[in-house]
C-alpha cells in the first residue's frame, strides 16, 4: 500500500468515526435530560405543603391503615415517593416552629407551646408560677416564636414568592408581631393556637381559664362562616390556587387541624365508621381537592406536593409498628409519614429510607428557590435536594429531638442508635425499640449524653416572660382583634360558654398533665 493511499484511509476510517461520535452525542443531547437535582436548583417550583394533625403512622392506607379512607393520600403516594424515616418534633408547636424557622425547636423555647405558660404542670418545670395581672387576676405569660427567627415564609416572600398559610398557625396567638402576617405570610387564614371545634371555631382557653375563644380569621380579622373546618381550610386553599399566575411562583402552607381533638360533630361518613376514622377520611377529601386544583388549573410540572403529619397519634395502635405515641421521643411520637409528588423530577412509587428531619425543610426550599442560605444564624436543617432528587444518601446522620430544660426526655439519635435519657435502642436492628442496650455500650451512652449536654448550653435564655395576655379570657385571639371584637363574636362565644361546666374538681384539668418520664397516656382527644 503505497503511503498516499494508507493517509487516504486513514482519513477516511477517522471521518466515519468522527460521524459515528457526532451522531451518538447528538443523540445524547436531543434526548431529555436525566431528572435530578442539577436541573432543579433554583428553578423556583411552587410548594404546597399540607400537614395533618395528630395522625397516626399507620392510619394511612399506604402503611397498613384502610385504604378505604385515605385513596386520596394513597394516589398521592402513588404518585410519588414515601420517606419513611421522616421526623418531626413530638408534639404540634415544636414541629410547626422547626418547620418554620429551619431549627429545632429548643434553639427557639418552641419546646414549649403557647399555652404551657397558664398550665401549673408545665409552669412547675420551670419553677413558675400562674402570672396575676395587676387586678390579681391569673392569666397566661405570652410565649410565642421570636420574631427575630426568620421564617421559610420570609425567605420565600423575600425571594419572590406568593406565601399563604390556610389552617393551624400554633406558633403565638396574641401579640400581631406574634401572628402569621408578622412572620412573613402575605395571606392568612384559619386558627392560632392549639386546636379548635371543627363546627364553631372556639376553642377552650386552657391556660388558665377553661372557658371557650373565638379563634378564626382571616387576614388577622375574625371572620363569621359556615361549614367544618377541613373542608373550608381546603376551600381556602383551592381558591388561593385558582388565583395564582405563572409568572409568580407561590408557597401554600396548609396545616390542617384534623385529625387533632375535639372530633365530636362530623358532618359525613358516620353512618359508616367512628368519629375519627370519619374526620380522617374528610381529610383525605380535603388532600384530594387540593391536589387537584394544582394539576386543573395547570401547575403541576412545576409544583413540589408535599403531605406530611406533625407528630404521631395519642395511641400505639395507631402508630404501629412504632412503640410511643405524641408528646413522646419513641419512634411512634417523631416518625411521621410524608409523601412528595413532583412529576417528572420525582419518580412515582417510590420508597426512600433515607434519614430526614422537619428542620430539613426549609433548607431544602431555599435551594429551590434560588435564594441565599443564612450565615450568620446557621441552621440545624439540611439541603436533602440530592437524597430527594438524586437517590443519594441522606446528609443527616443525627437528630436531635429533646434537651435538658424541656418537657420530655433529652433524646438524640446518632445513626442506628437513639438515647432517650438513660435509654439506648439501636433503630435498625430493634425499631420497635424493644430493647434497652444501655448497658452493653456505656461509652456511647456517655458519649450522646455529652453531645446532648453541649446542644442544651446552647438554648437561649428563656427571659423573664412577663408580657401578660390581658384580658385574661378574651373573647377571641388576636389582641387588636379582641380590642375591637363585633357583637356576633362575643354573642357565639357567649353561647359555647353556657354550655361549659362552671365548676371543676381540685386538680381536675380538661387538658393531659405535663409528661412525667418517657411516655404519656392519653384519655382524651390529645387537647
Not at 14 to 25: D, E, N, P, R, S
Not at 241 to 263: L, T
Not at 296 to 318: K, P, R, S, Y
Amino acid at each position: 500500500m503505497s503511503k498516499d493511499h494508507f493517509i487516504s484511509k486513514s482519513i477516511d476510517l477517522y471521518l466515519c468515526f468522527a460521524v459515528l461520535l457526532l451522531t451518538v452525542f447528538s443523540t445524547v443531547k436531543a434526548a431529555d435530560p436525566p431528572a435530578g437535582s442539577k436541573q432543579i436548583v433554583g428553578s423556583r417550583p411552587n410548594i404546597v405543603f399540607m400537614l395533618s394533625d395528630d395522625m397516626g403512622w399507620a392510619e394511612p392506607g399506604f402503611n397498613g391503615g384502610d385504604p378505604e379512607l385515605t385513596p386520596n393520600i394513597d394516589r398521592l403516594r402513588n404518585d410519588g415517593v414515601s420517606l419513611t424515616q421522616f421526623y418531626a418534633h413530638s408534639v404540634c408547636a415544636p414541629t410547626r416552629a422547626a418547620i418554620m424557622t429551619g431549627k429545632y425547636a429548643f434553639r427557639t423555647w418552641s419546646d414549649w407551646r403557647s399555652e404551657d405558660f397558664g398550665k401549673p404542670s408545665y409552669l412547675a418545670k420551670l419553677n413558675l408560677t400562674l402570672a396575676k395581672n395587676e387586678r390579681g387576676e391569673e392569666t397566661r405569660r405570652i410565649h410565642a416564636l421570636d420574631t427575630n427567627e426568620r421564617t421559610v415564609a420570609e425567605y420565600l416572600r423575600d425571594v419572590g414568592y406568593f406565601t399563604a398559610i390556610t389552617g393551624k398557625w400554633h406558633c403565638g396567638e396574641w401579640l400581631p408581631e406574634h401572628l402569621p402576617m408578622g412572620q412573613g405570610f402575605l395571606h392568612q387564614y384559619g386558627h392560632y393556637a392549639w386546636g379548635i371545634d371543627y363546627n364553631n371555631y372556639t376553642i377552650p382557653h386552657n391556660a388558665p381559664a377553661r372557658f371557650a375563644v373565638y379563634d378564626w380569621h382571616r387576614n388577622q380579622q375574625p371572620i363569621q362562616e359556615q361549614g367544618y373546618t377541613t373542608d373550608l381550610i381546603a376551600n381556602e386553599a383551592t381558591r388561593l390556587i385558582a388565583e395564582q399566575k405563572q409568572d409568580r411562583p407561590f408557597f401554600i402552607y396548609v396545616p390542617f387541624n384534623a385529625v387533632h381533638g375535639p372530633i365530636e360533630e362530623v358532618p359525613r361518613y358516620t353512618d359508616q365508621y367512628p368519629a375519627r376514622q370519619a374526620a380522617l377520611k374528610c381529610l383525605d377529601d380535603a388532600i384530594g381537592r387540593i391536589v387537584a386544583a394544582v394539576d386543573q388549573h395547570g401547575f403541576a410540572q412545576n409544583t413540589l406536593v408535599i403531605f406530611a403529619n406533625d407528630n404521631g397519634g395519642l395511641t400505639e395502635e395507631m402508630n404501629k409498628p412504632w412503640r410511643g405515641t405524641k408528646n413522646t421521643t419513641f419512634e411512634g411520637g417523631v416518625r411521621v409519614p410524608c409523601v412528595m409528588r413532583w412529576p417528572g423530577k420525582i419518580e412515582p412509587g417510590t420508597e426512600n429510607d433515607g434519614m430526614m428531619h422537619v428542620v430539613d425543610l426549609l433548607p431544602t426550599f431555599l435551594t429551590l428557590a434560588g435564594g441565599q442560605h443564612p450565615v450568620q444564624s446557621p441552621l440545624d436543617g439540611i439541603d436533602m435536594i440530592r437524597m430527594i432528587f438524586d437517590q443519594a444518601k441522606s446528609p443527616r446522620n443525627e437528630i436531635i429531638f429533646e434537651v435538658s430544660g424541656s418537657v420530655r426526655l433529652p433524646t438524640i439519635r446518632q445513626g442506628d442508635f437513639k438515647l432517650m435519657g438513660e435509654m439506648l435502642y439501636n433503630i435498625k436492628e430493634d425499631p420497635t425499640e424493644s430493647t434497652d442496650i444501655s448497658a452493653k455500650h456505656p461509652e456511647l451512652v456517655k458519649q450522646l449524653q455529652a453531645k446532648l449536654a453541649k446542644a442544651g448550653k446552647e438554648r437561649p435564655p428563656l427571659g423573664e416572660v412577663n408580657t401578660l395576655m390581658d384580658p385574661p379570657l378574651p373573647y377571641v385571639y388576636g389582641q387588636q382583634e379582641n380590642a375591637n371584637a363585633p357583637q356576633w363574636v362575643k354573642e357565639a362565644v357567649e353561647k359555647v360558654r353556657a354550655t361549659q361546666p362552671k365548676e371543676w374538681a381540685e386538680g381536675e384539668t380538661p387538658w393531659p398533665q405535663a409528661p412525667q418520664g418517657a411516655t404519656i397516656i392519653y384519655e382524651g382527644d390529645g387537647r
